[in-house]
């Protein structure tokens, strides 16, 4: 009932910037809150940074004044700017959207997670 596809990864040298997009489709009436989580290499998958149907953002420490969340509702769209790259953001990186469905019911849907990989 609901497709998420996310894009926009790849490697990256440090200091540049990659912009993540999350678009969802399907038999959705509204989205609610969404977000992005990472994965780096041998690590548990961590929250990067949320934002809520009212536009109120989150960000973890390590990413704050570099990363910007965004949505664009009629898009059904999740975005997520990476700006200042570093090594240690390489990861890979998974999208969530918590969706209504025209149905009534409701829940969270997840990416099929994108590797972004910052290198020289």
């Known amino acids: 009932q609901v497709r998420i596809v996310e894009s926009g990864g790849g490697l990256v040298q440090p200091g540049e910037s990659r912009r993540l997009s999350c678009a969802a489709s399907?038999?959705?009436?509204?989205?609610?809150?969404m977000g992005w989580y990472r994965q780096p290499p041998g690590k548990q998958r961590e929250l990067v940074a949320t934002i809520t149907k009212y536009d109120v953002t989150n960000y973890v420490d390590a990413v704050k004044g570099r990363f910007t969340i965004s949505r664009d509702n009629a898009k059904k769209t999740l975005y997520l700017g990476m700006n200042s790259l570093k090594p240690e953001d390489t990861a890979v990186y998974y999208c969530?959207?918590?969706?209504?469905?025209?149905?009534?019911?409701?829940?969270?849907?997840w990416g099929q997670g994108i590797q972004v990989t910052v290198s020289s």
């Open positions: 969530y959207e918590n969706i209504v469905l025209l149905n009534g019911d409701r829940g969270a849907y």
């Open positions: 399907g038999s959705i009436f509204n989205i609610l809150d």
